[in-house]
């Protein structure tokens, strides 16, 4: 068992690539161990900065092993004549597996019987397979952009300066881009930038220490977060929790050094919003509130190195910061100059999507939305609700929204407040935005929840209907986020809409400019629906529970959820297993639908006419209990059939020669699983009978 140390040292990195190189790194070594068969790569640490990414790994296998390998070849028709002697054919294979031919064997294929080659590899040493391992993998790694330098053909992302490559205290000796690998790493670009020899793990990270080097993102958050909230603390303020700035500044950084800076007083009339997110997105600042929330004319800026004069390095960002928010401020003004309706108007001007028109086309589409589903959900709010749908996306034509696009919706619901709209229309602005990314806070009033969902489902009807449907991992229009918010939204409010009408009312609104056939985007509009509820609910719910309870009926998401947790809870009972047996023997009967009428005159057995007036009083039971929403009760009613069902099929033949008897029985059986289907379909149902 051995130590393998892997760096690659180069100009700075983009902090946004650092992570995931980090992650490919590793990827791409366990892919090529594993491939030449060379074991121990069970304890891989991985490091990143914006000068380095590397990783080392404790106990690599010094030889890689022998092995065994056994190549199938043709069959043994046509590698044998009719007297058992070798073809062309099996020569030809032979040879080119490098064994003779009295080696091969004739085995039992998946084609039948074959020749096969079985030949030994007898296992190289891990570090000649690494000469030529370590530089592949430096070619493979993934960047968002890549860079070529000099005349140099090999790329990278930036250009490279050293690598080190050590097996046992060994160098790896390879050459990429020029550069020799060799046993030394780099110290911290301005304070210790003279190389370092190593020759194990632990002197490499000990010369980190010494070299002002925290070669691990996650130490350098943690210091970064430390240090910022201390200084914030100094001032009586708090930081804004930031998990994304943290991780971008704490990779810019090799060691992070945090200073306090200011800036002017005047500047505090402009909402804090955009002052943060001037901080946060063009310097990578930390802006500091008080203990009720108020921005201060404070931040917190991250250096590279220690210094000896701070206060010349603070007052050069104090400069900067100045400038960035003195652009903000002028947006800011020169946005109210506006109205909200002269910009929504401007919206007739920007194209949402090529096929499906602007966006002031959208807008209208909407409302339609809006005006379908109050009648559902809040009548009472549909006036608020449709001027909240005219303005929603007015700030889209804001400077500021245009400079600072994260602002979208928080900035409709600043200037909304500023023209005197009502508190209900204004954060109703912003929050039609919501859910923004999973687990995200969802809209907590109707008006902005009815425009977040008429916004969410034309976007996912009209891609679907232009043939822009997520696949993969491509989905540009964010659909399946999308779709994911409506069914948290409609679950959240408890709104007792049926999703399949809705969906055929967006197809209806959307039809003059679909290109894909209405009835084949209702359907799979459905189906992604489904898909994705399944999807976001299995962490609380069985997949077959589910699944019996959506294939049974997917309309009214707040009745979904509530037959979901009354399937739950109902099959932790003793009458689950009984019931579900039940209906599975009704089912595997019925194997086509039918609707045809039950005559009781054509029933030939008691047991026909004793499970007809027990489904009639369950069924009567049952119907009641389902329209008050308690379908644990109605489930728990529904065991009530069981007898009848098991002396049914017991005593009776269902498929009987008559054809009016046979009808009838099935007619029954079909009235049985309806009353059942109106809660789940225990078909899907994984049960131990």
Same mark, same amino acid.
């Given at each position: ?32 161990? $594993?491939?030449?068969?060379? !074991?121990?790569?069970?304890?891989? /640490? &991985?490091?990143?900065? #914006? @000068?380095? =990414? ?64 079985? $030949?030994?590899?007898?296992? !190289?040493?891990?570090?000649?397979? /690494? &000469?030529?391992?370590? #530089? @592949?993998? =430096? ?69 980190? !220490? ?480």
């Amino acid at each position: 068992m051995a130590e393998l140390i892997f760096e690659i040292g180069c100009e700075e990195i983009p902090a946004r690539f650092i992570r995931p190189a980090e992650s490919s790194l590793k990827e791409l070594l366990l892919k090529e161990l $594993k491939n030449e068969g060379i !074991k121990g790569a069970d304890h891989i /640490l &991985t490091y990143g900065t #914006p @000068r380095r =990414i590397g990783l080392t790994l404790n106990g690599i296998e010094l030889i890689q092993p022998d092995r065994v390998i056994q190549v199938m070849g043709p069959k043994v028709g046509i590698a044998f004549d009719g007297d058992g002697n070798p073809t062309k054919v099996a020569n030809g294979f032979a040879k080119s597996q490098g064994v003779s031919v009295e080696d091969l064997e004739i085995v039992e294929g998946p084609k039948g019987r074959c020749i096969q080659a079985t $030949k030994t590899i007898v296992g !190289k040493k891990t570090f000649d397979c /690494l &000469t030529s391992i370590l #530089p @592949r993998i =430096i070619k493979k790694l993934p960047f968002p952009k890549s860079m070529r330098w000099s005349t140099i053909e090999d790329s990278f992302a930036r250009p490279i300066h050293w690598i080190l490559a050590m097996l046992d205290g060994e160098v790896v000796p390879f050459t990429f881009a020029n550069i020799s690998s060799g046993n030394t790493s780099c110290g911290h670009r301005f304070m210790k930038p003279e190389p370092f020899e190593v020759s194990t793990i632990e002197s490499l990270f000990e010369n980190f !220490k010494t070299a002002f080097v925290i070669p691990e993102c996650d130490t350098r958050k943690e210091l970064v977060q430390k240090e910022a909230e201390q200084l914030a603390k100094s001032i009586d303020g708090h930081i804004l929790a930031d998990g994304d700035l943290i991780t971008e500044v704490a990779n810019l950084v090799e060691y992070p050094v945090g200073m306090l800076g200011s800036f002017g007083e005047e500047f505090l009339k402009v909402p804090k919003e955009i002052l943060i997110d001037s901080m946060a997105k063009h310097q990578k600042y930390f802006a500091i509130l008080d203990e009720n929330g108020n921005l201060l004319p404070r931040f917190i800026v991250f250096a590279n190195t220690k210094v000896k004069e701070t206060e010349v390095v603070v007052k050069g960002n104090e400069r900067v910061l100045r400038a960035r928010l003195a652009d903000a401020r002028f947006f800011y003004d020169e946005d109210r100059q506006k109205s909200l309706d002269a910009l929504a108007d401007s919206l007739s001007a920007v194209t949402f999507e090529e096929k499906l028109g602007t966006i002031a086309e959208k807008i209208e589409r909407i409302k339609e939305h809006i005006s379908y589903m109050a009648s559902f959900i809040a009548p009472e709010d549909l006036e608020e609700a449709l001027r909240c749908a005219t303005l929603c996306k007015a700030d889209l034509q804001t400077l500021v929204v245009g400079e600072f696009a994260s602002l979208q919706g928080i900035m409709g619901r600043t200037y909304a407040k500023l023209a005197g709209e009502s508190e209900r229309v204004s954060v109703g602005i912003e929050q039609h935005y919501w859910p923004r990314f999973a687990d995200d806070e969802l809209p907590n009033d109707n008006v902005g929840a009815m425009v977040a969902l008429a916004d969410k489902m034309d976007t996912i009807v009209g891609c679907f209907g232009v043939g822009l449907k997520p696949s993969g991992t491509a989905d540009p229009y964010a659909l399946r986020r999308q779709a994911l918010g409506v069914l948290r939204i409609l679950v959240d409010r408890g709104y007792r809409i049926s999703l399949d009408d809705w969906i055929k009312f967006s197809v209806e609104a959307l039809k003059d400019k679909l290109t894909k056939p209405l009835d084949e985007t209702i359907s799979q509009v459905n189906l992604f629906f489904e898909g994705r509820y399944r999807n976001w609910r299995n962490a609380d719910f069985s997949q077959d529970t589910i699944k019996s309870v959506t294939k049974a009926r997917f309309q009214v998401m707040a009745d979904v959820e509530e037959r979901m947790k009354a399937l739950k809870e109902f099959r932790k009972q003793s009458g689950f297993e009984s019931l579900a047996a039940a209906f599975k023997r009704v089912m595997n009967i019925l194997k086509e639908e039918t609707s045809a009428v039950v005559n009781p005159d054509l029933f030939a057995s008691d047991a026909e006419q004793e499970m007809w007036q027990q489904y009639q009083r369950t069924r009567d039971d049952v119907t009641i209990l389902i329209k008050k929403k308690e379908f644990l009760s109605a489930l728990q009613a529904m065991v009530s059939l069981k007898a009848a069902v098991d002396k049914f099929f017991d005593d009776v033949l269902v498929m009987d020669k008559d054809e009016k008897i046979k009808n009838n029985r099935l007619a029954l059986l079909w009235h049985l699983a309806e009353l059942f289907n109106q809660i789940a379909d225990f078909r899907q149902i994984q049960t131990s009978e």
